[in-house]
């Protein structure tokens, strides 16, 4: 089973991007460093076409730091620029560059993404020529947040939620280089599955719009495969369940999600885990590798 969320806004946020791209020297695409290629909007590179662009991966306080270096290196190596005019043409993109921040390291933001924005931009000539920049990416992975960091004040509303921001800003850094602020958009159809099921477990769609028992299965299998040690530190396990659906129903004995009569309220569980994950609770986890790095993606899970 797919999650699919593309509420009506976010047709007329991608048309608003696609009629502001040509006037833009740069793109800043704000990623999710727990999961940089599933939070990737195929839609955006296509938008983007030969622009550069500034891979920021955010909440990478969050994610865990092995992994966010590999993704790093994997941009800036994958996704270089062509070196001439027909690799230039076939490919999908033009230069990228990388950088990892969390929201506190708003200091870091301001000195660094205005400095590879200049970099990458084209050279400006004349009186009044200032660096164009937009800021895009999907719902709830911190592009807000960013824009106050840039900013240094409270200048876009944000949310722990998906969809806070509704329409196109533009603002001025002390520095003049003109930035637009975008909401936050999916693409149509997510056809693959593990994608979805990330995005849902990350916060990228609403609670109200994902099955919690599905998502956190997912993300139960996964945990177990690759970050073990955290679960038995953070639910104090005696022992690591063989399945995840026997590890979302200890976690549900063990904090009282309990139905009448002692059997597990299985959504109160699955609640549990992945509000766990999205606030770092449970540590610094990763929910995908680069690819050619990664890993089987969860265990075996039985009813």
Same mark, same amino acid.
């Given at each position: 089973m797919s999650i699919q969320w593309y509420p009506g806004h976010m047709t007329k946020a991608r048309r608003t991007i696609a009629e502001s791209m040509p006037s833009q020297d740069v793109v800043i695409e704000v990623l999710?460093?727990?999961?940089?290629?599933?939070?990737?909007?195929?839609?955006?590179?296509?938008l983007r076409g030969q622009k550069p662009c500034i891979k920021v991966l955010n909440k990478s306080d969050l994610a865990?730091?092995?992994?966010?270096t590999a993704w790093l290196r994997y941009f800036e190596a994958e996704r270089a620029a062509p070196l001439d005019e027909a690799e230039r043409r076939a490919s999908p993109g033009g230069q990228v560059l990388a950088i990892a921040i969390s929201a506190s390291q708003s200091s870091e933001a301001r000195r660094r993404i205005p400095e590879l924005c200049k970099r990458l931009a084209p050279p400006k000539n004349g009186p009044g020529k200032v660096v164009r920049a937009m800021i895009v990416g999907i719902p709830n992975v911190g592009k807000s947040t960013l824009i106050n960091a840039l900013m =240094?004040?409270? %200048? !876009?509303?944000v949310g722990d939620e998906p969809a806070v921001t509704k329409s196109q800003q533009l603002v001025t850094l002390k520095t003049g280089m003109a930035i637009s602020d975008n909401p936050g958009i999916l693409w149509p159809k997510i056809?693959?599955?593990a994608a979805s099921f990330r995005l849902g477990v990350g916060g990228a769609i609403p609670d109200t719009a994902i099955d919690y028992q599905s998502v956190a299965l997912f993300a139960a299998g996964y945990f177990?495969?690759?970050?073990? =040690?955290?679960? %038995? !530190?953070?639910?104090?396990?005696?022992?690591?369940?063989e399945t995840a659906?026997?590890?979302?129903?200890?976690?549900?004995?063990?904090?009282?999600?309990l139905r009448s009569g002692g059997s597990v309220d299985l959504h109160k569980a699955s609640d549990i885990l992945v509000h766990d994950f999205r606030a770092g609770r449970l540590g610094r986890i990763s929910l995908e590798e680069p690819p050619g790095l990664e890993s089987p993606s969860g265990i075996e899970e039985s009813a």
């Amino acid at each position: 089973m797919s999650i699919q969320w593309y509420p009506g806004h976010m047709t007329k946020a991608r048309r608003t991007i696609a009629e502001s791209m040509p006037s833009q020297d740069v793109v800043i695409e704000v990623l999710d460093a727990r999961m940089p290629l599933a939070s990737e909007n195929p839609v955006l590179a296509e938008l983007r076409g030969q622009k550069p662009c500034i891979k920021v991966l955010n909440k990478s306080d969050l994610a865990d730091p092995a992994v966010t270096t590999a993704w790093l290196r994997y941009f800036e190596a994958e996704r270089a620029a062509p070196l001439d005019e027909a690799e230039r043409r076939a490919s999908p993109g033009g230069q990228v560059l990388a950088i990892a921040i969390s929201a506190s390291q708003s200091s870091e933001a301001r000195r660094r993404i205005p400095e590879l924005c200049k970099r990458l931009a084209p050279p400006k000539n004349g009186p009044g020529k200032v660096v164009r920049a937009m800021i895009v990416g999907i719902p709830n992975v911190g592009k807000s947040t960013l824009i106050n960091a840039l900013m =240094e004040r409270k %200048v !876009a509303k944000v949310g722990d939620e998906p969809a806070v921001t509704k329409s196109q800003q533009l603002v001025t850094l002390k520095t003049g280089m003109a930035i637009s602020d975008n909401p936050g958009i999916l693409w149509p159809k997510i056809d693959d599955e593990a994608a979805s099921f990330r995005l849902g477990v990350g916060g990228a769609i609403p609670d109200t719009a994902i099955d919690y028992q599905s998502v956190a299965l997912f993300a139960a299998g996964y945990f177990l495969r690759r970050y073990p =040690e955290l679960l %038995v !530190a953070r639910y104090k396990l005696k022992e690591l369940p063989e399945t995840a659906a026997a590890l979302i129903e200890e976690i549900g004995r063990r904090r009282g999600c309990l139905r009448s009569g002692g059997s597990v309220d299985l959504h109160k569980a699955s609640d549990i885990l992945v509000h766990d994950f999205r606030a770092g609770r449970l540590g610094r986890i990763s929910l995908e590798e680069p690819p050619g790095l990664e890993s089987p993606s969860g265990i075996e899970e039985s009813a």
